[in-house]
């Protein structure tokens, strides 16, 4: 939405200022996109690992393992990708916040 847009945009501007060299954000932005990219990929690692070991079962039940394992592989993917683009907008929106005024 523009509201939102405004907000950001302001924020950017305000944290540019702040830091006194542009493209500041530019590279926290990369660097937290970075991050939440090597995590997500290390948990999907692991994951696809836990898959690989989970379709044997489904041989002893008389299905198409390879097929599962496709299907599987392609659902966990997606997730996979939609967890990088949630991790980083979350993560540079949480770095964006203002920190709480100290109380008197």
């Known amino acids: ?3 939102v847009e405004e907000v950001f945009k302001s924020k950017v501007e305000e944290i540019e200022k702040k830091a006194e060299k542009p493209g500041s954000l530019a590279r926290s932005a990369s660097y937290i996109t970075l991050v939440s990219m090597d995590n ?17 079962f489904l041989k ?7 097929a599962e394992y496709q299907n599987e592989a392609f659902k966990m993917f997606q997730g ?14 949480q770095s964006l ?3 709480p005024a100290p109380s008197q």
């Open 1 to 3: 939405s523009v509201a």
């Open 40 to 56: 997500a990929w290390s948990d999907h690692l692991q994951n696809m690992e836990d898959l690989k070991e989970g379709v044997v």
């Open 60 to 66: 002893y039940m008389g299905r198409d393992i390879v």
């Open 80 to 93: 996979l990708q939609d967890k990088m683009r949630f991790n980083s907008i979350y993560s540079l929106w």
């Open 97 to 99: 916040a203002a920190p």
